[in-house]
């Protein structure tokens, strides 16, 4: 529930900020639980389909859950090798 929570005002707080500053909605990076307890990484869109930010707004959700994964894999692997490459007692270049 707590999440929950956190992704509302998050969500909330950047439309209040998009309407202040008269600007267009920037994408989001969120992390969703579904139902099946998987975690999801998502980039969240909105476009007012009203005048006003209290207007309908049509809501688009990018599922981007694969491209992240294989950034953290690149990452760790590249900290891996890093790790091996700091530690040979005689570099070859």
């Known amino acids: 529930e707590h999440y929950r929570a956190s992704a509302i005002e998050s969500w ?4 209040d900020d998009c309407a202040i500053n008269q600007s267009s909605f920037v994408p989001l990076d ?3 639980h579904c139902k099946n307890q ?3 990484s998502i980039i969240a869109t909105t476009t007012p389909l ?3 930010v209290s207007g309908s707004q049509l ?5 981007v859950s694969e491209k992240a994964n ?3 894999a ?3 692997s590249r900290n891996i090798l890093q790790s091996i490459i700091e530690t040979i007692p005689m570099r070859i270049f």
């Not at 909330?12 to 439309?15: C, F, G, R, V």
């Not at 809501?59 to 599922?63: A, E, I, K, S, T």
Request: glycine content about 4%; charged content about 30%; proline content about 0%.
């Open 38 to 40: 998987a975690v999801k």
């Open 74 to 76: 690149l990452t760790e």
């Open 12 to 15: 909330n707080s950047h439309l």
């Open 30 to 32: 969120l992390k969703i």
């Open 50 to 52: 009203d005048k006003g």
């Open 59 to 63: 809501l688009v959700l990018f599922d």
């Open 70 to 72: 294989l950034f953290d």
